[in-house]
């Protein structure tokens, strides 16, 4: 696979032939739309297949946002249309659940936003570091009347204990660094100052490991905890229903006219906004 | 269903259609005896049923105890003559498996004693925020003998982990707002002066948000980490044949002279007084 | 069974009829071999078949480390010629699936050094309390290319979360006792001066407990989130293969020419010294 041009949405930066960094880029709101998810795919088969490969951070190049929700600007169609992945899954399941099978190990670094795909996104990886001051972390869906499509029904209840996964889903509200770290929603919230060096220092470490220990070790750890493909693909499924309902359609609509979408105070503070949506 | 009267120890209070309280009112000591469950049974069908509700809190209208162990005064035939819910479970546990798969969301606001009954309730619940100061939860059960039947065993080990799942069954002591927070035992613990607006301004919230989305992020939460009735049902039948134990019925009777079962100090610190019992 | 003496790695002492210690003494740095393991074997047994017994706390007499790594110095024929035990897995494992099932309380008390099969142990006790400033847990075996052979994958990630464990196995470093409480990976971190008492109280408290009740109570806590045998097994196989592998051979050499199996800078601080091993 060759390097992706900085035009890309998802950029691979290749910092050694052991540690890679994956790079979100999509201004100004790092939004999630079907070229999106075609580039990350590409990328998640180079993960994959990559023999010397040990481990991949995931970052954003987008300031104030690690990975946001769906681009509602984007066909639905176009998402929909790409054909399933290697699991059967449709193409966004189908990367979550490549992604903790990947015999490499892979960090979420998160600043700013990260709601909906981008907590999924974290969800779906190893481990996870935030900004203690910087991040927001959010399952908005429940607040407009969708369902999460990307497993974390099954992946935070798992994590975090069912009380505290409801809260985060049916609330709907933004979970701040502190409260994320407290939680177990991430690994650690750390300052912002040395949220780089940690996660650069821990991955350097991990790449000088043993590849077939790591996966091995993974492959255990998965067969202990993670949902199966079934769960993920019924929270999918239900997703896919929520976002036909006219009640969903509707609130969508009325967010956006509060602001949502774009940039600005709405999506800066998606959480409080969302508490002050019509019924 | 109609609107219960007063002097019920089990009332509700509908602050909106999609809002309801369910206050807990049996003085001085919030006992559960067969009564209660017949009443709370009646609401349990109401929330099921409601196509306009959307959220239910839970709490006490008692000083000092959110809801506690069970009324050794009250004729244990009583209670087991119930019969059997829709679940086919006897009468407690059948409610608390209802409760987690009810299409609506459920908050434990805990102030005071949540012994025995009072923790499962708040386990069986969808979330629980609890008074920082004047929170004691515990399940204190085996220090007299008993197990506890209304499925700690099975969901405090989903929700904090074994080790300190078994901490606190095994220790049967009191646990403050402070640990319970740390522990996961509850959502969170707030300063008792913000609780109650913490909560309503929470149940507020929610109560405009959309019934077929709660539902179906609940359904999958359960899908994830909810344990299957039999696991409730095995602990219903141990906590049966606990009861019935002379060791159990000499422990509960010393208990008692010591002061259980009465307003006052061993009711207050149960968790020291238990630890006092002779052998 | 009888006293075993004071040469013994592994020795009993019996506090009262209901409460025993279990110290282990293999200085100077508490490493396991197999004579370590057929005295833990026998101590096994002792455990799970007296009447009396209500409570076991697990502790080490060598300064500095609770249960180390294996010794690499003894035979390792010597220990996989041990016969399989009752459970029909290998005697590590074989002990660290019986003991969550006795039915008794078993209490981790660590202090020092906790890697490897130290951490296995601590997980596979029913309650662990740490001293907060000398406590260094780790699962090392990721990071001299070894996967970790006593459950650590099915039973860390059970009780912290996939993303912590993931953390804690594929990082390989030492975690001390404030991380340690923070992620659950012990039930609390204690000032080391409180740690002693701390302990000796609950264990006293339990030990006055009733025994039908705690076994039943635990009885139902395992079938709740104890992992299955046959995950431990596949543990112990991966485990087995990575220390054939030369790879790990190498790794392990250079490690010992780092200073690690000696006491020294490299036991003490062996999580730094490990993210120095060349690649």
Same mark, same amino acid.
């Given at each position: 696979m060759q390097e992706v041009?900085?035009?890309?949405q998802v950029r691979l930066n290749r910092v050694s032939s052991a540690y890679w960094?994956?790079?979100?880029?999509?201004?100004?709101?790092?939004l999630m739309g079907p070229k999106f998810v075609l580039q990350f795919r590409e990328i998640m088969t180079a993960i994959e297949s990559d023999a010397q490969l040990r481990v991949v951070v995931f970052e954003s190049a987008v300031d104030g946002f690690f990975l946001n929700h769906a681009d509602f600007d984007t066909k639905f169609e176009d998402l929909t249309a790409i054909p399933q992945g290697?699991?059967?899954?449709?193409?966004?399941?189908? =990367?979550?659940v490549r992604l903790p099978r990947a015999p490499v190990v892979? =960090?979420?670094?998160?600043?700013?936003?990260?709601?909906?795909?981008?907590?999924?996104?974290?969800?779906?990886?190893?481990?996870?570091?935030?900004?203690?001051?910087?991040?927001r972390l959010s399952q908005w869906e429940v607040a407009v009347g969708m369902v999460a499509g990307g497993g974390p029904m099954a992946r935070l209840s798992r994590q975090i204990g069912r009380?505290?996964?409801?809260?985060?889903?049916l609330g709907s509200d933004d979970i701040g660094g502190e409260l994320a770290e407290a939680y177990g929603y991430v690994n650690r919230a750390l300052p912002d100052a040395e949220l780089d060096g940690f996660v650069d220092t821990l991955a350097n470490r991990i790449s000088g490991f043993d590849k077939w220990a790591i996966a091995n070790t993974k492959r255990l750890v998965n067969?202990?905890?993670?949902?199966?493909?079934?769960e993920i693909a019924a929270g999918w499924e239900a997703c896919m229903a929520s976002?036909?309902?006219p009640t969903t359609l509707a609130r969508v609509r009325a967010f956006r006219e509060l602001g949502f979408h774009e940039p600005g105070d709405v999506e800066d503070r998606m959480g409080f906004y969302l508490g002050r949506l019509g019924r």
């Open positions: 041009s900085n035009s890309a960094r994956v790079i979100m880029n999509n201004p100004p709101l790092n290697p699991t059967g899954l449709e193409a966004w399941p189908d =990367i979550l892979t =960090i979420a670094k998160i600043r700013g936003r990260a709601t909906g795909n981008g907590s999924e996104l974290t969800l779906a990886c190893d481990m996870s570091f935030a900004s203690r001051e910087r991040t009380n505290r996964a409801l809260e985060v889903l067969a202990a905890v993670s949902p199966p493909d079934v976002v036909a309902r």
